[in-house]
C-alpha cells in the first residue's frame, strides 16, 4: 500500500450499522485502527457504552444508537453523523446490520420473515436513502454486506435467502444508478464465519419448530434438526475469520475502482462459481448431499 493510501483514511469518515458484535464490530474496529472516523452504529446503550471504553485508536471510534428498522432512529442518527462530520463529510456507509431466521418455510410465523426483511432489505434502503446526499457530495462509497446464500439458496433458510438475493439485486440497481453520480456500490460476500448470529439462529429455529402446529413440524422436524446440526459443525470449522470480512470492506473503501463483489472465504466462492455453472436439478442433489454428509 502507498504511503499517501496510508494517510487518506484519517480524513474520512464512514457509517457501519450493527457493530455491535460479529462482523460489524470488527470491521468497526478495523477501520477506526486504519484511521478512519467510524460511526459504529448499535442498538443499545449498553453496547455504545462498551465501544466507548475500548482502547483508543489511530482514528475515532464514535457509538451511534441506531435501530436499521425504525425510520425514528435512522433519521436521528443521521443528524447526529451529518453534525460531527460536518469537517470531512461522509466517505462511506457500510450497511452490515442483519439477523438470520431458520425455519421450514411452512412454519415460518409471518411477523418473522417481516423482520428478516425489514432488517436485512428494507433497513439497507432506509439507511442509504438517509445518507446519499453525503455520499453524492463526497462521490463516495456504499458497501452492502450480502451472503454467499445470496447465490444459492438451502432449504430452512428460506427467508435469509430471500432478503439476500433481495439485497444483491438492491445492490445492483444501486450500483448503476448512483454510479453516473459517482457514489461507487460494492457487495461483500462472507461465507460462513463463526460469529453471535449463528448461535442466535439455532435458538430462534428450535423455537419455531416447537411453536408450530405438531402436524406440520412433525413433517419436517428430523430434516430440520439434521440441517441445523449439518451447519452448526460447519460454521464451527469454518476457517474464514472476521478479520479477513473487515479487511474486504476496508479494501472497498480504499480502492479507487472498487470491486462490484468481495467474496470472502472459501465457501463464498465456491457458492459463486455453483450458482454460475451448476444446473438447477444437480445443485439440489448436491445441497442434499452435503447436509448429509455433515451430520
Known amino acids: 500500500m502507498t504511503s499517501s493510501a496510508l494517510w487518506r483514511p484519517r480524513h474520512k469518515s464512514v457509517v457501519i450499522t450493527g457493530a455491535s458484535s460479529g462482523l460489524g464490530r470488527a470491521a468497526a474496529l478495523h477501520l477506526a485502527d486504519l484511521g478512519y472516523r467510524v460511526f459504529a452504529g448499535v442498538r443499545s446503550q449498553s453496547s455504545a457504552e ?23 432512529s435512522v433519521a436521528r442518527a443521521g443528524d447526529h453523523v451529518e453534525l460531527r462530520c460536518a469537517d470531512t ?10 439477523v438470520c431466521v431458520g425455519s421450514p418455510l411452512e412454519c415460518l410465523p409471518i411477523d418473522e420473515l417481516r423482520t428478516q426483511l425489514e432488517t436485512n432489505l428494507v433497513g439497507v434502503l432506509q439507511v442509504t436513502q438517509r445518507f446519499l446526499p453525503l455520499l453524492r457530495a463526497s462521490k463516495g462509497r456504499i458497501v452492502n454486506v450480502s451472503s454467499s446464500i445470496g447465490n444459492v439458496a438451502p432449504p430452512f433458510l428460506g427467508a435469509y435467502a430471500a432478503s439476500e438475493f433481495g439485497k444483491e439485486g438492491l445492490s445492483d440497481a444501486l450500483r448503476r444508478e448512483l454510479g453516473p453520480l459517482g457514489v461507487r456500490v460494492s457487495v461483500i460476500e462472507p461465507g460462513v464465519v463463526e460469529t453471535p448470529i449463528w448461535r442466535k439462529l439455532r435458538a430462534s429455529a428450535e423455537q419455531i419448530i416447537a411453536t408450530a402446529p405438531a402436524d406440520i413440524a412433525a413433517t419436517y422436524r428430523s430434516r430440520f434438526t439434521a440441517f441445523l446440526d449439518a451447519h452448526e459443525k460447519h460454521v464451527y470449522a469454518s476457517k474464514t475469520t472476521p478479520l479477513q470480512y473487515a479487511n474486504a470492506v476496508a479494501a472497498a473503501l480504499v480502492a479507487k475502482r472498487p470491486k462490484t463483489r468481495y467474496r470472502v472465504g472459501r465457501d463464498s466462492w465456491l457458492s459463486a462459481v455453483t450458482h454460475r455453472v451448476t444446473p438447477d436439478p444437480v445443485l439440489d442433489v448436491l445441497i442434499a448431499l452435503a447436509i448429509s454428509r455433515r451430520r
Do not use: F, H, K, R
Open 50 to 72: 462498551d465501544l466507548v471504553n475500548l482502547p483508543p485508536s489511530a482514528g475515532e471510534l464514535i457509538p451511534v444508537l441506531l435501530d436499521v428498522t425504525d425510520a425514528t
Open 89 to 98: 463529510g461522509l466517505w462511506a456507509v457500510v450497511n452490515n446490520a442483519g
